[in-house]
Nanobody, 124 residues
Framework: QVQLVESGGGLVQAGGSLRLSCAAS????????MGWFRQAPGKEREFVAA????????SYTDSVKGRFTISRDNAKNTVYLQMNSLTPEDTAVYYC?????????????????WGQGTQVTVSS
């Protein structure tokens, strides 16, 4: 089992940047495929990005390609989401998730563990 704690959210102006971090407990972090999801008010939780255990395979939803970068540091049990060129449409609670499987996942139901979320607000 793994516990996930997100940090790094906040208020930023449009065009700005934030880096989210997700710290995982446990000694088997490298065995998990990790993902970031977000949920805006009144909307479903949606996939943002995912990464495999080694960091070589990454996937992004179309709306963040070229702006967001997911990465991980297995020595620190941490996964990151670097977010650049933020827009008000990126405003949401961002969740970190872990998946015990051979491949990365892009659907909410594919993930086994979730963090509590961190709020990102982008002002226009």
């Amino acid at each position: 089992q793994v516990q996930l704690v997100e940090s790094g959210g906040g208020l930023v102006q449009a065009g700005g940047s934030l880096r989210l971090s997700c710290a995982a407990s446990g000694r088997t972090f490298s065995s998990y495929r990790m993902g970031w999801f977000r949920q805006a008010p009144g909307k479903e939780r949606e996939f943002v990005a995912a990464i495999d255990w080694s960091g070589t395979i990454r996937s992004y939803t179309d709306s963040v390609k070229g702006r967001f970068t997911i990465s991980r540091d297995n020595a620190k049990n941490t996964v990151y989401l670097q977010m650049n060129s933020l827009t008000p449409e990126d405003t949401a609670v961002y969740y970190c998730a872990a998946r015990q499987a051979l491949r990365i996942g892009v659907r909410r139901e594919e993930y086994d563990y979730w963090g509590q979320g961190t709020q990102v607000t982008v002002s226009s």
